[in-house]
């Protein structure tokens, strides 16, 4: 199980949403490069960026913030980027910057023919985000709720050839409330392609309840609030999640 560091990048500075609202945010840091190096040292396999004002825009907004990342952590650490991504040119320059995955979000959903075209184009390279409340789907920075329903997406995105699909709970997502693993589990259990958890971790009980449905096809959980403002030491939860997952 993969414990992933977020680092959502807003106006160049690292910062948290409280379920997705732009005007609801906390500055953790003003040097996005010196929170992906401290992430690194304290034993994370793979860094989550997020493009808030991108994915609000509709086009990238913060590349400069992911160039100094790219740049913090070289080869070390594989990073996965979302928000704002919305045509291949946009993937592709990402990708020779030294992104490793692409998150594609509001996109896949909008405009279905535009993911399966990056899964053709980039395969290996793409994931899906799925951000629902009560099981349907939202866009535009969740600022729009659709009536898709999560389940069946994922199931269509899967056979577009995903590399994974992220599945954030954006009512819980923010809040350290705590994942919800009944929907993250049911969203899993039929599908073939990894699921990756968002929103709610809180605590190292958090990390312990998902260790135990990793069979499910959950193989990471993405957490932002909680290890910036400290109820998760996120070293020892990646120890814990390692030790639970010795295959890893």
Not at 149 to 165: N, P, Q, T
Not at 195 to 213: E, F, K, P, W, Y
Request: charged share 25%; net charge negative; aromatic share 6%.
């Amino acid at each position: 199980m993969l414990i992933i560091p977020a680092i959502d990048l807003k106006d160049g500075h690292c910062v948290r949403l409280k379920q997705g609202v732009m005007e609801d945010s906390t500055v953790f840091s003003e040097d996005p490069a010196a929170t992906a190096r401290h992430w690194l040292a304290q034993g994370a396999k793979r860094l989550h960026l997020v493009d808030l004002n991108g994915a609000f825009a509709g086009k990238p907004r913060n590349e400069s913030a992911v160039r100094s990342i790219i740049e913090a952590v070289g080869d070390e650490l594989p990073v996965q980027l979302g928000g704002g991504i919305r045509d291949l040119e946009t993937i592709e320059r990402y990708l020779d910057l030294g992104v490793t995955y692409i998150i594609v979000g509001t996109a896949a959903v909008k405009v279905p023919g535009f993911l399966h075209e990056a899964c053709d184009a980039f395969p290996g390279h793409i994931m899906v985000g799925l951000d629902a409340k009560g099981g349907k789907v939202a866009v535009n920075g969740w600022s729009k709720l659709t009536g898709h329903d999560v389940s069946d997406l994922a199931k269509r995105f899967e056979d577009y050839g995903v590399e994974a699909i992220i599945y954030t709970d954006i009512g819980r997502d923010g809040m350290l409330t705590g994942v919800n693993i009944e929907a993250t589990v049911e969203l899993a259990r039929p599908l073939h392609v990894p699921v990756i958890a968002s929103g709610g971790i809180t605590n190292l009980d958090d990390v312990r309840n998902l260790c135990q449905v990793e069979s499910e096809g959950i193989t990471g959980a993405i957490t932002g609030r909680a290890i910036y403002e400290g109820t998760l030491d996120f070293a020892a939860a990646q120890a814990l999640a390692d030790a639970l997952s010795p295959r890893l």
